[in-house]
């Protein structure tokens, strides 16, 4: 089944720059999006950004122009810059892949941003 691995999670200090990683495998075709999704302790969980197949982007308000969501089609890979991270960026950030061959879309394991000093 599809499968998708993350890295690039860590903590930083305010004004960081991280870079999110995310690789899926496992029978993936006519993708819809890509894209990245969060959860901070308590809170729901949102979108981040996302890109779709045709690379239009969306952002989160909180996020514009400090983020940039980017796709490497050939590696079924997504990409998150993350530049002058705040400490309400803090959460765990999941990866996430919807494709029109299946019928639920398929998530990451999650990795952890934590901004603080």
């Known amino acids: 089944q599809v499968h998708l691995v993350e890295s690039g999670g860590g903590l930083v200090q305010p004004g960081a720059s991280l870079r999110l990683s995310c690789a899926a495998s496992g029978g993936i075709f006519s993708i819809r999006s890509m894209g990245w999704f969060r959860r901070a302790p308590g809170k729901e969980r949102e979108a981040v950004a996302i890109i779709t197949s045709s690379g239009s982007t969306n952002y989160l308000d909180s996020v514009k122009g400090r983020f940039t969501i980017s796709r490497d089609n050939a590696r079924n890979s997504v990409y998150l810059q993350m530049n002058n991270l705040k400490p309400e960026d803090t959460a765990v950030y999941y990866c996430?892949?919807?494709?029109?061959?299946?019928?639920?879309?398929?998530w990451g394991q999650g990795t952890q941003v934590t901004v603080s000093s």
């Open positions: 996430n892949l919807d494709s029109a061959s299946y019928t639920r879309p398929f």
